[in-house]
C-alpha cells in the first residue's frame, strides 16, 4: 500500500516568515491533494496536482509535485496567523477507475505562526 | 452552495449503544467517502460509494461498523454496539465521479462527526 510521510511533523514560524512543507511518497504520486484542516473543523481543499514538475499557486500558497511524482512541497510566502492549523497531503491510488477518491493522507504537518 | 453535510457534529454516547452518523453529499456528486481520524492512526478510508453502491469496504474496522447510502442524497454510517476505541472524528466526503485524468477532482470534505464512547 502507498505511504505517505510529511516532514517536518511541526512547524512553528515568526508572522511574515516563508515555509515549506513536504510530502514524500513511497510509490508513484497519480494525484496528489493539500488539505488544511483547523481544529474542529473539516478539511479544506488547497489544491490538487497531478502532472510530474505541475506547480499550482493561490494566493500566498504553492504547491509543486516533482518530475518523478514521489514527492511535492507546500511552500506559503510571507506566512499570517490564518495559515496557522494543520495540512495534509493525500495521494490518489492509481491512474483511473472508481478506486481514485480513495486517498492515502499523510500524518499531517502542524503549522503555528506566530504574530 | 451547501457543502457536505454531517449530523450530528457532536455525540457523546454510552459504550454499547447504537451510533448513527448522516452525511449529505454536495448535489450532483456520485462519489461519497467515509474516513476516520484519530490521533494514533490519522485519517483513514472507511468504505466509498459509487453511485449510491459499495465500492469497497476493506476499511471497516469490524462487524460493528455498516454503513449505507440509499439514495444519492444521503448516507448513514452506523456502530453497533459502540465501544470507547471508536471514539474518532468521521469525516463524510464526496466528488463528482469523473475520469482521474480530468482536471476537477476535487474531493470535499463536511466538518465531521466527533463521536465519543464514555
Known amino acids: 500500500s502507498q505511504e505517505l510521510e510529511q516532514s517536518p511533523q511541526s512547524l512553528i514560524v515568526q508572522e511574515g516568515k516563508n515555509l515549506t512543507i513536504n510530502c514524500t511518497s513511497s510509490?508513484?504520486?497519480?494525484?496528489l491533494y493539500w488539505y488544511k484542516q483547523k481544529y474542529g473543523e473539516g478539511l479544506i481543499f488547497l489544491m490538487m496536482?497531478?502532472?510530474?514538475?505541475e506547480e499550482k499557486s493561490h494566493e500566498k500558497i504553492t504547491a509543486k509535485l516533482d518530475e518523478k511524482k514521489q514527492q511535492s512541497s507546500l511552500h506559503i510566502t510571507a506566512s499570517q496567523p490564518s495559515h496557522a492549523g494543520i495540512y495534509l497531503c493525500?495521494?490518489?491510488?492509481?491512474?483511473?477507475?472508481?478506486?481514485?477518491?480513495?486517498?492515502?493522507f499523510g500524518q499531517g504537518t502542524i503549522l503555528t505562526v506566530h504574530p | 452552495d451547501a457543502g457536505v453535510i454531517q449530523s450530528p457534529r457532536h455525540e457523546v454516547t454510552e459504550m454499547g449503544q447504537e451510533v448513527t452518523l448522516r452525511c449529505k453529499p454536495i448535489?450532483?456528486?456520485?462519489?461519497l467517502f467515509w474516513y476516520r481520524q484519530t490521533m494514533m492512526r490519522g485519517l483513514e478510508l472507511l468504505i466509498y460509494?459509487?453511485?449510491?453502491?459499495?465500492?469497497?469496504d476493506s476499511g471497516m474496522p469490524e462487524d460493528r461498523f455498516s454503513a449505507k447510502m440509499p439514495n444519492a442524497s444521503f448516507s448513514t454510517l452506523k456502530i453497533q454496539p459502540s465501544e470507547p476505541r471508536d471514539s474518532a472524528v468521521y469525516f463524510c466526503?464526496?466528488?463528482?465521479?469523473?475520469?482521474?485524468?480530468?482536471?476537477?477532482?476535487?474531493?470535499?470534505f463536511g466538518e465531521g462527526s466527533w463521536l465519543t464512547v464514555v
Open positions: 460509494f459509487n453511485n449510491n453502491v459499495p465500492i469497497d
Open positions: 493525500g495521494a490518489a491510488p492509481n491512474a483511473g477507475g472508481t478506486s481514485y477518491g480513495k486517498l492515502t
Open positions: 448535489s450532483g456528486h456520485n462519489s
Open positions: 510509490k508513484t504520486l497519480y494525484g
Open positions: 496536482l497531478q502532472k510530474g514538475g
Open positions: 466526503a464526496s466528488r463528482p465521479y469523473r475520469d482521474a485524468v480530468s482536471s476537477g477532482n476535487t474531493i470535499y
